[in-house]
Every structure is written in C-alpha cells, then in structure tokens.
C-alpha cells in the first residue's frame, strides 16, 4: 500500500483495524481520496469497497468517485448507509459488533488442545456454518492457506473450528450442539488470540448482535466493544 494512504488509515487505527487487516493480506486494486477520507478497492471473494471516512461530505463526494464500479461495501458505519443507498436498495447486510483486545490485555492459553486445520476439513466446515449465504468452500480454503486456524477434534471428530475472515478478524467460530458447554468455545477462541499475537497482528472480531453467548466470552477474555460495523451488498 502507498505510503500516503498507509499514513491516512493509521490516523485512527482503531476504526480501521479491518481496511488495514484486509490490504495486508490483498492488493489494492484502486483508490479514492477526498480530504483525510477513502474508499479503498480490493479482491478476496468479492470486490470490496472498503470505507474509512472521517467526514460526511467526503462520503459524498468519494461515492461519486466511485460511481457504484462495485456493490459490496465493508467497514459501514450506520451513518453511511443513507448515503450509499440514495440510489440503490440493499441486497443484503451483515450487521454486527467489532470487539478487539488492547495490546496490554494477557490472555492465557486454555488447557484443552487445539490444532490448526487443513483442507481435508474444509467441505465439512462449509456444511456446518451458519453463514453459507455469505461465505463457500473457496473461500475457506483460502482463509486456511492464509491465515491462522484452530480446532478441537473428540474422539477423531472434529467438534469445534475457529478461523480468521479476509481482514485478518476472527471469526468462523462454531462448536458442534452436541459437544457445546464443555470450554471448547472459549478454547479456541484463546489460540487463535495467541496464534495473532504472535505474529504481531491485532485482534479483534465481529459478532451479530444476538449472539449473546460469544460476546459473554469475548468480554470474559478481556476484549472491548468498538462500534456497530456492516458488509452490504446493494442491487
């Protein structure tokens, strides 16, 4: 990533944890820049629209830039969304809760072992997401080529799974029904925080809202509630 826009994005990395997340590990195909503001554009399964916008009228001016050359958005602020959808109806939308874990926070590996995942569990993994409508087996496999993973397999079975998405979030945590209540969850969920640390890459995660039961542990772990982000897709 060019130095100017690199330089932009670190003005506040906190809101930008997952633009930075997502160049880091894909090029960048094209930019647009009005003021301290950008729409950044990228490739992993989708061409991504990436937003980091100090200033509602650098959003206007940026969409206008843009001319709508894509129709999937990242890193949406509630604010945004009248702006991109002056013109267009949303598709679909994923709207959750960035967590992340400041740098002071320890958290300690679990006593229940984890290892990282290959390809032979990716149509399996697929199967048992809850989020086949925004995800597919390509798209795990290049995540497990990429980026760390955890799970924990009883008795041969594989029963729990935790990856990362393509900003470099956790994410992909699921625990089959039968063996959850046993600290598999929690398990995973502090590899995958140790296995980001250490490489020195910053942790966090966005969860949906309802999902209780992960942000109980998540906040039990030491991590913070940023702010409400979205992936949308407009039509």
């Known amino acids: 990533m060019q130095t100017e826009l690199l330089n932009l994005l670190q003005k506040n990395p906190l809101a930008n944890l997952p633009v ?4 880091d590990n894909y090029s960048l195909e094209k930019h647009f820049i009005c003021n ?13 629209a990436y937003l980091s916008i100090t200033d509602h009228n650098d959003l206007s001016l940026l969409i206008e830039k843009l001319a709508f050359e894509t129709l999937y958005f990242a890193n949406v602020e509630e604010w945004m969304i009248p702006f991109l959808t002056k013109n267009h109806r949303i598709e679909w939308k994923l709207f959750t809760r960035r967590y992340y874990l400041p ?51 009883v008795n041969e079975q594989l029963a729990g799974w935790g990856l990362t998405h393509d900003d470099g979030s956790l994410g992909f945590l699921n625990v089959l029904s039968e063996f959850r209540g046993q600290g ?40 913070v509630f940023d702010r409400p982000v979205s992936w949308i897709k407009l039509a």
């Open 36 to 48: 301290d503001s950008l729409i950044l554009i990228g490739t992993s399964d989708y061409t991504w």
């Open 184 to 223: 598999l969850g929690e398990a995973i969920f502090r590899s995958l925080i140790n296995l980001k640390r250490e490489q020195n890459k910053p942790v966090f995660i966005n969860v949906e809202p309802h999902n209780k039961q992960s942000i109980s542990l998540l906040e039990k772990l030491g991590m």
């Open 103 to 153: 740098e002071d926070t320890i958290v300690e590996p679990y006593e229940k072992e984890t290892n990282s995942l290959d390809a032979s569990q990716i149509a399996y993994i697929f199967q048992n997401s809850s989020y086949k409508d925004f995800t597919s087996e390509g798209y795990i496999s290049e995540r497990l080529e990429r980026d760390v993973s955890a799970g924990i397999w």
């Open 20 to 23: 930075l997340g997502f160049f």
